[in-house]
Each structure stands twice: as C-alpha cells, then as structure tokens.
C-alpha cells in the first residue's frame, strides 16, 4: 500500500540554526500539508500547497518557514533559524483531491532545538 | 473560524467495553469531519469521515461515529474495545474554504485494560 515517507525520524539542532525536513508524498497526490504537534498539544495546521505554490498558510508559518517541491517526489519544509519553540513533531499529509478526501499521513518528524 | 473539542484527554476501557470518544465541533459551513488514530512511533490513520448523505458511519476496525448537527457532535463507539486499540484517537474537521486543511481536537488516549 502507499505511504508517506518522511525523513529524518528525529533531527536535533542548535537554535538559529537551518533545518530541511523532507516528505516523499504518495506518488499520485496532488496536494500536500506540514502540521505541527507540540508535545502535550494539539496537531496544528501549518501550510498547504497545490501547483507548486502555498494555498493556505497558517499564523504560525511566518517568513522563517518555506515550503518547496523541488522534483517531482520530494516536499520540504525549511525552517531557517530554528527556535526552542520550534520543537515539535512534525506531519506531512498528501492527498488525491481537493474535496473531503483522506489525508494521509507521514510517521512525522520530531525536530528537537537545543 | 472552526474549532473541535474532544472531551476527556484520557479514557480507560476494559477489553470488551463499549468504547465512547466524544467529539464538538464548530464550523460556520456544512462541516466535513473526520477521526483519526495514532499509535505510538506512527503517523495519524483515517478510522472514518462523514461529508454528506449518511449520519451514521461505519470505519475500520469495528468503529462508528454518528453526526448530529443539532448536537454540533461526531462522537467516536466501538462496542467491544480490544486491546489492539490502545491509541490516541483525534477528531478533526476540514475547512473548504481554506485548502481543506484539517483542524484537529486535542486527542484522546485510550488505554485499555485486561
């Protein structure tokens, strides 16, 4: 069946520092999600993305997060100067469809700022 | 702007019990809406979802969810809880208007016991 992938599993990184956390969608989707989970917190809805460009984004994604499909495969998230507040566990999503259809999800990344 | 409440961040069940998530939405449109389960180390799978026609659902691994608009409520059962469904189960309700991105309750464990 086909899955989400997502990589690395967990990063950890120093404050102020760049981070590219990489999804691979499944293959025939045509939009893709990051959502967030803070530990103790709610998934939250981070950024949408349809022909090759955002579609929705949330208040928390502010100009040190970007998205980017840079082949055909691969979807990534960058945040450019990480913050401790940044520790969280993250989600790629893809779907086929832009109506009520499933999202499927990826086993996340836990991204840990020191 | 929508919302979902999930009542109780933890609940205990004995194998063999009536499982009862309970789920409160509000949503400005006809709402989608969705549950999801999450075992450890693993991304969020589609239990079921209701988007028209109707209210009573049926998803994978014996659950049910029946929506009631007088209730703003998408409530999660399992007749007879298995040990197997020790997870966090999170309702969710997507926005159209917004690139269907999911807006997500706070989750609930559910242990179970033997």
């Known amino acids: 069946e086909p899955e989400v992938t997502q990589t690395p599993s967990h990063q950890v990184t120093q404050m102020g520092q760049e981070v590219i956390l990489r999804c691979v969608p499944i293959s025939n989707h045509l939009y893709f999600y990051w959502y967030r989970q803070i530990l103790g917190q709610k998934v939250e809805f981070l950024v949408s993305?349809?022909?090759?460009?955002?579609?929705?984004k949330s208040e928390i994604f502010d100009d040190q997060f970007s998205v980017e499909r840079p082949d055909g495969s691969n979807f990534t998230l960058k945040i450019r100067s990480t913050k401790l507040e940044d520790s969280a566990m993250y989600f790629c999503?893809?779907?086929?469809?832009?109506?009520?259809?499933?999202?499927?999800f990826g086993p996340g990344t836990r991204l840990t700022v020191t | 702007a929508q919302s979902v409440t999930q009542l109780g961040s933890h609940v205990s069940v004995s194998e063999g019990a009536l499982v009862l998530l309970r789920c409160n939405y509000s949503?400005?449109?006809?709402?989608?809406l969705f549950w999801y389960v999450q075992y450890p180390n693993q991304g969020l799978q589609l239990l079921l979802k209701?988007?028209?026609?109707?209210?009573l659902v049926k998803g994978i691994n014996g659950f049910e969810a029946e929506f009631k608009k007088s209730e703003t409520s998408f409530h999660l059962t399992k007749p007879s809880a298995h040990m197997s469904d020790a997870a966090e189960y999170f309702c969710?309700?997507?926005?159209?208007?917004?690139?269907?991105?999911?807006?997500f309750g706070g989750g609930t464990r559910v242990l179970v016991k033997p």
């Open positions: 949503s400005s449109v006809p709402p989608y």
């Open positions: 209701y988007t028209t026609g109707a209210t």
């Open positions: 969710a309700v997507s926005d159209q208007a917004a690139g269907n991105k999911l807006t």
């Open positions: 993305f349809y022909n090759n460009e955002i579609s929705e």
């Open positions: 999503a893809s779907t086929s469809g832009g109506g009520p259809y499933e999202q499927y």
